[in-house]
């Protein structure tokens, strides 16, 4: 009697156990990843936006307050460095298009293999110089985004060698993920 009682407790274990793992594979199965790369040379539309990569630097902290002319920067650490891209936008609607809405259309931020950031408004701010109070019909504008790649964010090996890491930059995440893969200078 006991015998049996330990092979049914047994039986239903294992089909309990292979209907966990039916499980786990059927929702694995039906998951499909929307995300599109894109190069940093092509235009992109986004919510009637035009939007190209220019260019790409890492920046150590001198080479950015230099390069940017600004005098202090937010950091963790005096080897951190700083990843700035430079994206052009043009307005291909036919309605002005406010620097908020520009703004959320192309501002979530960095991505590598191992890490990601958002954009650093505040860092930004001080890059950006908007000459009207909306993207008008026709108009194109440079926007620099920029985060700080903080030294603890990586293995010795990927920040001694961060010019060969791949990075982009995620323009959207809904519906479906748009990336451009950036072309570090």
């Known amino acids: ?16 156990v292979t209907l966990w793992c039916g499980r786990i594979f ?11 790369v894109v190069e ?12 190209k990569c220019r260019e790409t630097r890492i920046y150590s902290i001198d080479e950015y307050k230099a390069r940017f002319n600004v005098d202090s920067v937010d950091v963790l650490s005096p080897e951190d460095r700083f ?4 994206l052009n936008v043009d307005n ?4 002005p298009i406010d620097w908020d809405t520009v703004m959320a259309a192309t501002e979530c931020g960095f991505e590598s293999q191992t890490w990601c950031s958002s954009v650093n408004l505040y860092s930004g701010r001080e890059l950006n ?5 909306d993207l008008e019909p026709g108009m194109n504008q440079d926007i620099w985004y920029v985060t700080s790649l903080a030294r603890v964010s990586f293995s010795r090996d990927t920040w001694d060698n961060l010019e060969r890491e791949s990075f982009y930059y995620v323009l959207t995440l809904e519906p479906d993920k748009l990336m451009i893969r950036l072309d570090i200078e």
Do not use: H, K, P, Q
């Open 40 to 51: 940093a040379a092509e235009n992109v539309s986004v919510d009637g936006l035009l939007i």
């Open 92 to 95: 291909t609607t036919e309605e």
């Open 26 to 36: 059927s929702v694995n199965r039906a998951y499909s990843d929307d995300t599109r």
């Open 1 to 16: 009697m006991r015998r049996g009682v330990l092979m049914a407790l047994g039986v239903v274990s294992l089909c309990a």
């Open 129 to 133: 110089t908007f000459t009207s109070n």
């Open 83 to 86: 990843i700035c891209t430079r």
